[in-house]
């Protein structure tokens, strides 16, 4: 089993819809979490941070559920512009910060 | 101001042959890290430097693969004897002392 499982996708959603993403994650001891946006091509960027009380970033919303070891990505009003992949990270304890990914769900909005 | 940048950006190599590979951090980022990214594949963590400690080399799949970092700044990540399964794009990241990290371009490496 890999420590971070996400839905490969691709999600294929229209204009202005609401699509929602999730991950989970096999170590307990997880300490952080992100979600990073990958276009095609491109090096990984911090979309937002993941914090347990949830946390909201204009039409992106993420929440964490350390019970049940999930993390996800609320993307509402979707824009052409949101196509990518989205990685969901998590970071082991141990002092390194080691960076876990998932694979990665893909997004495709259409007009 | 500047990102993480990395060179070259693309590296074609044949069978057998060394290459390297370099990483300019951010400005005043203490730690720097190396993934490699597969076709198809999840980003995998290589190596981990944080100021003067020693690195964490856990992620390095072989002992063909090597990295160094320089007076705290610059690194080079260097793969001997390069093999076919080697062709990836190798991702360089830095970070302050917190957790979030910034990625450079990568370095697209195809061994032939």
């Known amino acids: 089993r890999k420590e971070v499982e996400q839905d490969p996708g691709p999600f294929n959603v229209p204009e202005g819809a609401t699509v929602a993403f999730n991950c989970t994650y096999s170590n307990s001891a997880s300490q952080s979490f992100f979600w990073y946006r990958q276009d095609c091509r491109k090096e990984p960027k911090l979309l937002m941070s993941?914090?347990?009380s949830g946390n909201e970033d204009g039409r992106f919303t993420a929440q964490l559920n350390r019970a049940s070891q999930y993390i996800s990505l609320l993307i509402r009003d979707s824009k052409l512009s949101d196509s990518a992949t989205y990685l969901c990270?998590?970071?082991?304890?141990?002092?390194?910060?080691?960076?876990?990914f998932g694979t990665g769900t893909r997004l495709k909005v259409l007009a | 101001g500047a990102g993480v940048s990395q060179s070259p950006s693309n590296k074609v190599t044949e069978k057998g042959k060394d290459v390297e590979l370099r990483c300019d951090p951010i400005s005043g980022h203490t730690a720097l890290y190396w993934y490699r990214q597969s076709l198809g594949q999840g980003l995998e963590f290589l190596i981990y430097?944080?100021?003067?400690?020693?690195?964490?080399k856990s992620g390095l799949p072989s002992d063909r693969f090597s990295a160094e970092r320089t007076g705290g700044s610059v690194s080079t990540l260097t793969i001997q004897r390069t093999q076919q399964e080697d062709s990836a794009v190798y991702l360089c990241?830095?970070?302050?002392?917190?957790?979030?990290?910034?990625f450079g371009p990568g370095t697209r490496l195809t061994v032939l």
């Open positions: 993941v914090y347990s």
């Open positions: 990241a830095s970070s302050l002392e917190t957790v979030v990290q910034f």
């Open positions: 990270v998590v970071t082991s304890r141990g002092g390194t910060y080691k960076y876990i």
């Open positions: 430097f944080q100021g003067n400690s020693a690195p964490d």
